[in-house]
């Protein structure tokens, strides 16, 4: 956690402790036709009301999280916006089922000790808003820490984790994101703080997804795999390609830090991602963070531009692996500014690559090819078919032979499918001929022989 956050963050609790005081009569106003709160409130109608499909831990989530584009200051108008569209681009249709909040939601205990949320931020409270989500067919989601204060500052659930997990399933919460900061990270006191979550969320009565950051330490995902449904494996994601490994990229979003926050390059070189992911399966999934996919760069004064974080390739890359890795795939551009035909669109939405990510065998990817500039992940999936992910890590495009035993580790497979142009490739006896542009990556699908 650097400074800079650190700061933004005890300014940001000052203002939610003012906002109860100011705003604490707004939500008595909830159903009346008049006053900010009405209106505000009247944004929460579905229309038409959609069921939600049932929660499944089993498979790894697929959704939207905030973060990424608003850091912990996104408020309930842009969520709904969000909802939205969300609704109706196509993504909630391809599987972006959870609509997640991240920090920035809290507000302050009651007397009575129950946590409310930031009344200026969400003035219908959580409660209304989860229903609202889930009308429009979605899950709905919500961020927690283990420790009395959440990284941004705002209060977590140190203390209260059966009250909080109890209020969270009052509200209709789905799935919880249990961020680590101020807590315990050591092997033993990170496991027996899951467990403890974990039995306080069953405790409950609802089935709630539990996904973890308790540092992105190898030793996380020999515990976690036993305790909950997915584990970070890293810092927090930034758009660049690189951020650790080299220096970022001049537009790259939020690389604040280059030990803590992690470029795609550096999450596809990490030995820690690659033994963890081994431990994932159905109902256990490695999470590589939230995706860069769409997410706007940002001048060296913190503004938005007008140019992507990561580019055509990279992005495809970020999208890719996540999905050869089985991991979480949770949109962090904003989707209102999705038209059909831009980057986001075009990655987000291709079905070929997530069904990859959701493949029913649920079986992880493993490293098969390292070479020069090369990397070459191989997923088994339902139906004897295989994904093969070539990815090139140079600054240059590549040409490159790879002969079926280096992929897909036997002979000549009966069809190959292009997941991008989700066309079949004419299939050569020997193997492929791959053209990879720089940082991008090429994913086919093998069926059998
Ligand atoms: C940590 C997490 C992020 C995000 C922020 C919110 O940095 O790793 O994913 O939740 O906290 O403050």
Same mark, same amino acid.
């Given at each position: 956690?650097?400074?800079?956050?650190?700061?933004?963050?005890?300014?940001?609790?000052?203002?939610?402790? =003012?906002?109860?005081?100011?705003?604490?009569?707004?939500?008595?106003?909830?159903?009346?036709?008049?006053?900010?709160?009405?209106?505000?409130?009247?944004?929460?109608?579905?229309?038409?009301?959609?069921?939600?499909?049932?929660?499944?831990?089993?498979?790894?989530?697929?959704?939207?999280?905030?973060?990424?584009?608003?850091?912990?200051?996104?408020?309930?108008?842009?969520?709904?916006?969000?909802?939205?569209?969300?609704?109706?681009?196509?993504?909630?249709?391809?599987?972006?089922?959870?609509?997640?909040?991240?920090?920035?939601?809290?507000?302050?205990?009651?007397?009575?000790?129950?946590?409310?949320?930031?009344?200026?931020?969400?003035?219908?409270?959580?409660?209304?808003?989860?229903?609202?989500?889930?009308?429009?067919? =979605?899950?709905?989601?919500?961020?927690?820490?283990?420790?009395?204060?959440?990284?941004?500052?705002?209060?977590?659930? !140190? !203390?209260?984790?059966?009250?909080?997990?109890?209020?969270?399933?009052?509200?209709?919460?789905?799935?919880?994101?249990?961020?680590?900061?101020?807590?315990? /990270?050591?092997?033993?006191?990170?496991?027996?703080?899951?467990?403890?979550?974990?039995?306080?969320?069953?405790?409950?009565?609802?089935?709630?997804?539990?996904?973890?950051?308790?540092?992105?330490?190898?030793?996380? !995902?020999?515990?976690?795999?036993? #305790?909950?449904?997915?584990?970070?494996?890293?810092?927090?994601?930034?758009?660049?390609?690189?951020?650790?490994?080299?220096?970022?990229?001049?537009?790259?979003?939020?690389? /604040?830090?280059?030990?803590?926050?992690?470029?795609?390059?550096? /999450?596809?070189?990490?030995?820690?991602?690659?033994?963890?992911?081994?431990?994932?399966?159905?109902?256990?999934?490695?999470?590589?963070?939230?995706?860069?996919?769409?997410?706007?760069?940002? #001048?060296?004064?913190?503004?938005?531009?007008?140019?992507?974080?990561?580019?055509?390739?990279?992005?495809?890359?970020?999208?890719?692996?996540?999905?050869?890795? #089985?991991?979480?795939?949770?949109?962090?551009?904003?989707?209102?500014?999705?038209?059909?035909?831009?980057?986001?669109?075009?990655?987000?939405?291709?079905?070929?690559?997530?069904?990859?990510?959701?493949?029913?065998? !649920?079986?992880?990817?493993?490293?098969?090819?390292?070479?020069?500039?090369?990397?070459?992940?191989?997923?088994?999936?339902?139906?004897?078919?295989?994904?093969?992910?070539?990815?090139?890590?140079?600054?240059?495009?590549?040409?490159? =032979? =790879?002969?079926?035993?280096?992929?897909?580790?036997?002979?000549?497979?009966?069809?190959?499918?292009?997941?991008?142009?989700?066309?079949?490739?004419?299939?050569?006896?020997?193997?492929?001929?791959?053209?990879?542009?720089?940082?991008?990556?090429?994913? /086919?699908?093998?069926?059998?022989?």
């Amino acid at each position: 956690m650097t400074a800079r956050r650190g700061c933004a963050r005890t300014v940001a609790a000052a203002v939610a402790a =003012f906002a109860t005081v100011l705003a604490a009569a707004a939500c008595t106003t909830v159903g009346h036709r008049s006053g900010p709160a009405a209106s505000a409130c009247s944004d929460l109608v579905a229309s038409p009301t959609l069921a939600p499909p049932p929660v499944d831990p089993e498979w790894p989530v697929m959704g939207f999280d905030p973060y990424n584009t608003f850091g912990d200051s996104a408020d309930q108008a842009e969520v709904v916006g969000i909802v939205q569209v969300m609704a109706r681009n196509g993504m909630r249709d391809a599987g972006y089922r959870y609509v997640i909040l991240d920090d920035g939601w809290q507000g302050s205990r009651t007397a009575a000790g129950q946590i409310t949320a930031d009344p200026g931020r969400f003035p219908c409270g959580i409660q209304r808003l989860a229903a609202y989500v889930h009308a429009e067919g =979605f899950r709905f989601g919500i961020y927690t820490s283990p420790a009395p204060r959440a990284c941004s500052g705002r209060i977590g659930s !140190g !203390g209260h984790v059966a009250a909080d997990a109890r209020t969270f399933a009052s509200w209709g919460v789905d799935y919880v994101k249990l961020d680590w900061c101020g807590s315990d /990270y050591s092997p033993s006191g990170a496991a027996a703080i899951a467990r403890t979550w974990r039995a306080a969320l069953d405790a409950t009565g609802r089935r709630i997804i539990l996904s973890i950051n308790a540092g992105g330490a190898p030793s996380v !995902g020999l515990w976690a795999r036993l #305790s909950v449904n997915s584990w970070r494996v890293g810092g927090d994601i930034c758009g660049s390609w690189y951020n650790q490994t080299r220096p970022p990229s001049s537009t790259a979003r939020a690389c /604040y830090n280059r030990q803590y926050d992690e470029g795609i390059y550096d /999450y596809l070189t990490s030995p820690g991602v690659q033994a963890q992911e081994a431990l994932s399966g159905p109902g256990h999934h490695i999470d590589p963070d939230m995706l860069e996919v769409g997410t706007m760069g940002k #001048s060296a004064g913190g503004q938005d531009l007008a140019t992507y974080a990561l580019d055509l390739a990279e992005a495809g890359t970020n999208f890719a692996i996540w999905a050869m890795w #089985s991991a979480p795939l949770i949109a962090g551009n904003d989707p209102r500014t999705m038209d059909g035909a831009d980057l986001a669109s075009r990655i987000l939405l291709n079905r070929e690559i997530i069904a990859v990510d959701q493949d029913p065998l !649920g079986r992880p990817a493993t490293l098969v090819v390292r070479q020069g500039g090369w990397q070459v992940w191989r997923k088994p999936l339902v139906g004897g078919r295989t994904a093969v992910a070539v990815v090139n890590l140079a600054d240059s495009a590549a040409e490159a =032979f =790879f002969s079926w035993a280096e992929l897909d580790g036997s002979g000549q497979p009966a069809t190959v499918s292009d997941a991008w142009s989700e066309r079949d490739v004419p299939v050569d006896g020997r193997g492929v001929r791959v053209q990879v542009g720089a940082h991008a990556t090429a994913v /086919y699908v093998l069926t059998g022989r």
